[in-house]
């Protein structure tokens, strides 16, 4: 199982055309939201169509008005004014309620999007994540789902409101005069040329702006996650130029965007204006041949822009469809993208598990082996240790067991029964692993213990704290254990986060246990005391050990050496040490030159 990094070009990825998008799976997906939130829609047309009611009668009034001008009735007048004064309240009254209407929609849909959006990053198999930095999926989350929100919120409800609105706004101009209401009419679908104009050349710049943005997220995220070593090595120079090269592209595309965008928009706005001279030339004649009123004229102004408006969203819902293919590419890529399925298969049964791997074989790239013919079994309950040169393979072999990735040849058992057998959700609750890349989360150090089993009590995560060896430094903390660690556990040591790491895996109380490497940051004693209370905690699960630090492994009950993807060696400490292979050279490089007893 593997997934290839996103595209990172224009010319890198097949273009989507606005009509593939509009059949696209995830675009509907999208779309399904609308479903959730009908009444926000429904509400937020509903005060759009009074709104252009209002502007009917608006509009009417006025030509009622204009038509008795000069000489207005002083009944009439009043009547009159006081409509206009009901109808501004009632605008006024109608736009509150619909910005109100359309805000809580937008805010709705926007977190309901990044909500979908995030728990589907996280359904994903590891290998997206290890092949796609984090800062693509930061752009997707924000600047790309922006982009396909502005569809989803505005122009939907827009799409529905304004051809109706148009429907009636014609119709009444049409019985002003049907002159009139022709030109009105015309003007929208000659607007609606506009789309065709630069078209290529649009979505080629919304690309380039949205790969700038791309950029500025990209180093922002690797300055702020490395700023240690940005400062430490003084790179802060090389990160202000890398910004102003960024800087200057991310202008000129922007302004060409921009360009393209302010042509396409006088192309869209001409047909009006030419309308709008041609309504006034018409109207003119109309009245003077006695035909039409001064107040039809004045409707014909007051709703001109009420009938082109439908095809003018039109344009812009067009456009937005245009930018989104390119700029949302990223996003609809990656919601493609299949989820892993955890929930599939038979359970793991509670207890120390068997483990077994036969002639494994797999690569991260192909041609270059990671792992090749392994083979090696852990009796359940027993506890094994990895051992061998940096790029063995060890850490390949504990993403296999968590099923991170699939094995290319060979079979992974658990209990004799295949690893794909097994839900993989059932395998993970059953593991725990304590990692030499400790995470830990920007909390307090008992949130991120009970980040081992969410729900546990107090007095269970003062345990595993106290089993762990972390008790005695949290308590020396402001609030014990109750202190705020920082992004990251940034105000703790290397080894106390390795502590609260090893206190997570025992809140755990998992079946098979792995320890990375779960001493390299303890000093001698801690170790020690480490070693002694692991029997106490993890008496009754499996256990796989992978360590450099051969004091690590002193009682392991099996030990493999691998090297460059390969079992090189196995057997008991006692065996491998009274023979001469790789397991006791590596031994007596540690112990200075001298061979020892393990025990």
Request: aromatic share 6%; hydrophobic share 40%.
């Given at each position: 199982m593997s997934l290839q990094p996103l595209s990172k070009g224009t010319s890198e990825a097949p273009r989507k055309s606005v009509f593939s998008l509009l059949k696209d799976r995830t675009f509907h997906d999208l779309l399904s939201i609308i479903k959730k939130y009908k009444w926000y829609y429904v509400s937020a047309v509903g005060s759009q169509l009074l709104l252009t009611a209002a502007a009917l009668l608006f509009a009417d009034t006025s030509r009622r008005l204009f038509n008795m001008a000069p000489n207005v009735p002083r009944g009439s007048l009043a009547n009159i004014l006081l409509v206009f004064a009901c109808i501004a309240v009632f605008q006024l009254v109608f736009t509150f309620i619909n910005n109100w209407i359309r805000s809580a929609l937008n805010e709705s849909v926007v977190y309901e999007m990044r909500r979908n959006i995030l728990g589907h990053l996280q359904r994903l198999p590891l290998s997206f994540h290890e092949h796609n930095h984090s800062s693509n999926s930061v752009n997707i989350m924000h600047n790309e789902l922006e982009i396909a929100k502005n569809f989803i919120v505005f122009d939907v409800q827009r799409l529905i409101a304004l051809p109706i609105s148009f429907i009636f706004v014609g119709i009444y101009l049409l019985s002003v005069h049907p002159m009139l209401g022709l030109i009105a009419i015309a003007i929208g679908p000659l607007q609606m040329l506009s789309s065709l104009v630069l078209k290529t050349k649009f979505k080629q710049a919304a690309e380039l702006q949205n790969r700038v943005t791309r950029d500025v997220f990209f180093t922002i995220g690797?300055?702020?996650?490395?700023?240690?070593?940005?400062?430490?090595?003084?790179?802060?120079?090389?990160?202000?130029?890398?910004?102003?090269?960024?800087?200057?592209?991310?202008?000129?595309?922007?302004?060409?965007?921009?360009?393209?965008?302010?042509?396409?928009?006088?192309?869209?706005?001409?047909?009006?204006?030419?309308?709008?001279?041609?309504?006034?030339?018409?109207?003119?004649?109309?009245?003077?041949?006695?035909?039409?009123?001064?107040?039809?004229?004045?409707?014909?102004?007051?709703?001109?822009?009420?009938?082109?408006?439908?095809?003018t969203v039109l344009v812009d819902t067009i456009n937005n469809l245009q930018r989104s293919v390119s700029g949302a590419r990223r996003l609809y890529e990656v919601m493609d993208m299949a989820?892993?399925?955890?929930?599939?298969?038979?359970?793991?049964?509670?207890?120390?598990?068997?483990?077994?791997?036969?002639?494994?074989?797999?690569?991260?790239?192909?041609?270059?082996?990671?792992?090749?013919?392994?083979?090696?079994?852990?009796?359940?309950?027993?506890?094994?240790?990895?051992?061998?040169?940096?790029?063995?393979?060890?850490?390949?072999?504990?993403?296999l067991l968590y099923r991170f990735y699939d094995p290319e040849q060979g079979t992974v058992t658990l209990n004799g029964k295949p690893l794909e057998s097994y839900a993989i959700h059932s395998?993970?609750?059953?593991?725990?692993?304590?990692?030499?890349?400790?995470?830990?989360?920007?909390?307090?150090?008992?949130?991120?213990?009970?980040?081992?089993?969410?729900?546990?009590?107090?007095?269970?995560?003062?345990?595993?704290?106290?089993?762990?060896?972390?008790?005695?430094?949290?308590?020396?903390?402001?609030?014990?254990?109750?202190?705020?660690?920082?992004?990251?556990?940034?105000?703790?040591?290397?080894?106390?986060?390795?502590?609260?790491?090893?206190?997570?895996?025992?809140?755990?109380?998992?079946?098979?246990?792995?320890?990375?490497?779960?001493?390299?940051?303890?000093?001698?004693?801690?170790?020690?005391?480490?070693?002694?209370?692991?029997?106490?905690?993890?008496?009754?699960?499996?256990?796989?050990?992978?360590?450099?630090?051969?004091?690590?492994?002193?009682?392991?009950?099996?030990?493999?050496?691998?090297?460059?993807?390969?079992?090189?060696?196995?057997?008991?400490?006692?065996?491998?040490?009274?023979?001469?292979?790789?397991?006791?050279?590596?031994?007596?490089?540690q112990s200075g030159g001298m061979y020892a007893e393990i025990t």
């Open positions: 690797e300055t702020l996650h490395g700023i240690r070593e940005v400062k430490s090595n003084q790179m802060e120079n090389n990160v202000d130029s890398r910004m102003a090269e960024i800087q200057q592209r991310g202008v000129a595309y922007n302004v060409l965007l921009t360009n393209i965008s302010t042509i396409r928009s006088i192309v869209k706005d001409l047909p009006g204006h030419l309308g709008y001279i041609a309504g006034i030339g018409i109207g003119a004649a109309l009245m003077a041949a006695g035909e039409i009123g001064a107040g039809g004229l004045v409707a014909f102004i007051t709703l001109l822009d009420k009938v082109a408006e439908p095809f989820e892993e399925d955890t929930m599939t298969g038979q359970s793991l049964a509670p207890g120390a598990p068997s483990v077994s791997f036969d002639e494994v074989a797999f690569q991260y790239v192909e041609g270059t082996a990671t792992l090749q013919n392994l083979s090696f079994s852990i009796p359940a309950g027993s506890s094994l240790a990895l051992v061998g040169p940096s790029g063995a393979g060890k850490s390949t072999i504990v993403k395998v993970r609750e059953r593991m725990a692993l304590v990692s030499q890349d400790i995470f830990l989360f920007d909390g307090t150090v008992a949130q991120n213990i009970e980040v081992g089993r969410p729900g546990a009590t107090r007095d269970e995560i003062i345990r595993a704290a106290k089993l762990a060896q972390a008790y005695d430094f949290i308590e020396a903390l402001p609030r014990g254990i109750d202190s705020e660690i920082g992004e990251r556990g940034i105000k703790l040591s290397h080894g106390q986060k390795q502590r609260l790491s090893i206190a997570r895996a025992i809140l755990r109380d998992a079946s098979l246990l792995i320890l990375d490497e779960p001493t390299s940051a303890l000093d001698v004693e801690t170790e020690a005391s480490f070693q002694r209370d692991l029997g106490e905690w993890a008496s009754n699960c499996t256990k796989i050990i992978i360590a450099h630090r051969l004091s690590t492994i002193r009682e392991a009950d099996f030990i493999v050496f691998i090297d460059q993807g390969e079992v090189v060696e196995s057997g008991t400490a006692e065996q491998l040490l009274s023979r001469n292979g790789r397991f006791r050279s590596y031994w007596e490089k």
